[in-house]
């Protein structure tokens, strides 16, 4: 559905780049070169709309010190991310994403469910699983439909690629690796599948545990539940301490969650960032890193 849609708008732009240039006489080179320039204009507006509606929600000084070079090359990579994430990863999900049930050198890790956020698939994950896979690690990329649901109703359907991974590959247990919005459907499956039998840790990449401001210009089901101070998240937050370990990575610059220190959970292992935005943290080494020492520990209690 995803797909669909921006492969639609760039189909827009497509249009309108060749109309423009028809009425100008410029040729059909020109017209292919105003989409892109339609495409990088429209995705340059939304990442400066991100940054600027998300200043006001910096109240740390960890979010407020890095000094201009490092401000303007934050805003750079995540501008750049998201260019390619609207752009290529995401339309081309199905054919980039082929395969998605990576083999590992060592079967006794558990495989790591890679839950995207909202409005976005599968296609996402696709530096961070190469990454993982890399290290022998099972990586399974999955989408979660429709766009628009419920949390609740995304939990289900995790609920199902889970029993259905641990049917295929013979896991007792999984991994739960959610960004942004998919943090949260991950403690919803555990909340309410009471999951400790199935997942052994869920971990979260910038995932507003508390809400984000942004998300009042958020559509759907999903986009309301993701409002600070509504009774959906405040009900999910007073369920205590997790059943499985939870380990939440968040950046103080991200331009998405606001305020940023959203992400932080008081019964969690929090990991704060910087220099990088909401959708920098899927493309970064660091970050890998530290999902890769992570996974490392469940593994390690696996084979003991």
């Known amino acids: 559905m995803l797909a669909v849609l921006i492969a639609a708008e760039l189909g827009v732009y497509l ?26 204009a429209a995705r340059l ?12 929600f910096r109240g740390r000084p960890e979010s407020t ?18 260019t390619l994430l609207f752009t290529l990863l995401q339309p081309l999900e199905r054919w980039l994403m082929r395969g998605r049930m990576i083999a590992a050198i060592d079967p006794r890790s558990p495989p790591v469910l890679m839950i995207p956020g909202i409005y976005c698939n599968a296609g996402i994950w696709w530096w961070m699983r190469r990454r993982l896979a890399k290290s022998g ?3 399974i990329a999955i989408n979660l439909e429709p766009l628009l ?22 896991a007792d247990r999984v991994i739960l690796l959610g960004h ?24 979260t990449l910038a ?56 992400p932080m959970l008081a019964n969690a292992t929090n990991i704060a960032l910087t220099g990088m935005g909401h959708l920098s943290l899927l493309f970064s080494a660091a970050v890998s890193q530290h999902v890769h020492d992570e996974i490392l520990t469940v593994r390690n209690e696996t084979r003991a």
């Not at 507006?45 to 006001?56: C, E, K, M, Y």
């Open 15 to 40: 249009v309108c780049g060749l109309s423009l240039s028809s009425a100008l006489r410029w040729g059909y080179v020109w017209g292919f070169a105003l989409m892109v320039g339609f495409t990088l």
């Open 45 to 56: 507006g939304i990442v400066a709309a991100s940054f600027a509606l998300a200043q006001p």
């Open 65 to 82: 010190s890095a000094n201009l070079p490092d401000k303007v090359r934050a805003f750079c990579v995540e501008f750049s991310c998201f």
């Open 137 to 139: 690690l099972r990586a």
């Open 149 to 170: 649901a419920s949390i609740e109703d995304l939990a289900d359907q995790l609920a199902a690629h889970i029993e259905g991974v641990c049917a295929a590959t013979g």
């Open 180 to 203: 942004s919005m998919g943090g949260l459907v991950a403690r919803t499956y555990v909340q309410r599948f009471g999951a400790g039998a199935r997942v052994a840790k869920v971990i």
């Open 207 to 262: 995932t507003p545990h508390h809400g984000s401001e942004l998300a009042r210009l958020a559509f759907g089901a999903c986009g309301k539940q993701l409002r600070p101070g509504n009774a959906w998240l405040a009900s999910l937050n007073e369920s205590g301490a997790s059943r499985v370990p939870l380990v939440s990575l968040f950046t103080w610059q991200d331009n998405f969650v606001a305020p940023q220190d959203s």
